[in-house]
């Protein structure tokens, strides 16, 4: 049989890995795939710049547009990132009937909805395992392993990015900036690093979780995003004091009034397995109601990793290319006219435990005006631990864990505290999340 004819745009990190990996594992691949599978044309945004990968054989371009209109491929694989270019390259290799392989989480988050829509239009395939969570195969887990439950909740590290900066800050004590240069250096860093440590990337990673296992339409814009700036050393000192570990999360919860969508740091209890993910490692807790928690673990960025599902995804291309396109898994695990725009939760509606750091005057009665704000907005408080002032100082680090409680609630109790005379600053607020 003919090979399968492949067009890539973009040869950085994850195009010159896949394009190393599909050459490696030739041979495996095509007796998975039923017929050989080639990269014969690949797009670059400049020729002359030194790869990862040995582009001997193929035919090399500045222009995408000469892969998506060229009638001999037959996949594309959008490696190039960034939401406009891409989104037009991707609508034209669809409406030329090809189908599409991408690892582009902004633009499946982002302009999903519409790319599928006009997949579905051309009976052609748009797979995207490798947008979430590098080389883990979570979509297809969640797509296909677990289609028999109704999904509760999921909960991920989900930016490989972030959890190498906030590991090596609390095992070497390294600095934000340094450990980040260290990220880009290895390929693992968005071209905007801000997405990664304001969470932007693992927002839209979540959108793409959330519509996968709830059955709803993509939508960034209703995700509520903090990222990992604002973590100090001391709060994750703090936080393993108290038995937790700070990672930064992204949760989709599915309940009686509308889905949660959030993506923020989170104090978790450092006995579960996904405390002790670290490094750029990835893993992600879906809870199905017939299954339970499910924990899938992994690189989550990185050339050969992500190329890992990249190609995966070729294969599942190939394997279904003659197959009739009503009886392929659906984009979205759900059939697109069963797709429900269940109502998305606003952030002060969220409802969650929190950790709560202040710096207060050491004198009496403070401590009792911090917690009757507390219980005047029904928050218990489940810990508390005062430190002693250091030395010279007058002023003392409150720490709080409390009972869950709703954003809004938590809103107006710190607004109270910061406005006490005795409390100095900002009080640093972390959500808790028990994940039993
Ligand atoms: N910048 C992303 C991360 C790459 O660090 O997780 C993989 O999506």
């Given at each position: 049989m003919k090979p399968v004819k492949v067009g890539v745009i973009g040869l950085g990190t994850v195009g010159g890995g896949t394009v190393n990996v599909l050459k490696r594992n030739a041979q495996e691949i095509a007796r998975r795939a039923g017929r050989e599978i080639v990269v014969s044309r690949a797009a670059a945004r400049n020729l002359d710049q030194p790869r990862i990968c040995d582009t001997h054989g193929i035919d090399l371009t500045t222009d995408p547009f000469l892969i998506v209109n060229d009638p001999d491929i037959d996949v594309v694989v959008e490696?190039?990132?960034?939401?406009a270019l891409a989104r037009e390259l991707v609508l034209t290799a669809i409406e030329n009937g090809k189908h599409v392989v991408t690892a582009n989480k902004a633009l499946i988050a982002l302009h999903g909805n519409e790319i599928f829509a006009a997949a579905s239009r051309k009976g052609v395939m748009v797979l995207f395992?490798?947008?979430?969570?590098?080389?883990?195969p979570i979509i297809k887990a969640i797509r296909?392993?677990?289609?028999?439950n109704r999904i509760k909740w999921l909960a991920g590290i989900i930016n490989g990015t972030g959890n190498f900066i906030l590991t090596e800050m609390r095992d070497k004590g390294r600095d934000f900036a340094d450990v980040l240069a260290e990220a880009q250096a290895l390929g693992?860093?968005?071209?905007?690093p801000t997405f990664d440590v304001e969470g932007i990337d693992a927002g839209h990673k979540l959108t793409i979780l959330a519509s996968i296992a709830?059955?709803?339409?993509?939508?960034?814009?209703k995700v509520f995003t903090e990222g990992i700036t604002r973590i100090t050393r001391l709060d994750v000192e703090y936080a393993e004091e108290l038995g937790y570990r700070i990672k930064h999360l992204g949760i989709a919860r599915n309940t009686e009034q509308g889905v949660e969508l959030r993506v923020h740091p989170t104090l978790i209890p450092n006995r579960r397995l996904i405390a002790n993910v670290n490094g750029v490692m990835n893993a992600v807790l879906v809870c199905g109601d017939a299954v339970g928690p499910t924990l899938y673990y992994g690189a989550g960025a990185g050339a050969e990793p992500t190329a890992s599902a990249v190609v995966a995804d070729l294969v599942d291309v190939v394997r279904a290319m003659t197959s009739d396109p009503e009886n392929r898994v659906p984009h979205l695990a759900f059939h697109a006219d069963a797709i429900v725009d269940l109502p998305i939760l606003p952030a002060e509606e969220i409802r969650t435990a929190y950790y709560l750091r202040l710096t207060a005057e050491d004198k009496p009665g403070v401590l009792a005006d911090v917690t009757r704000i507390l219980a005047g907005h029904n928050i218990s408080i489940e810990a508390l631990i005062q430190k002693e002032p250091l030395k010279d100082q007058t002023s003392v680090s409150i720490i709080m864990l409390t009972q869950l409680t709703s954003e809004k609630e938590m809103n107006a109790a710190i607004a109270e505290i910061e406005a006490l005379a005795t409390v100095t600053g900002q009080v640093a607020r972390i959500r808790l999340e028990t994940l039993g």
């Open positions: 490696l190039m990132g960034g939401y395992e490798a947008a979430v969570a590098g080389g883990i296909e392993g677990l289609s028999g693992y860093a968005e071209a905007d709830f059955g709803i339409p993509l939508q960034f814009d």
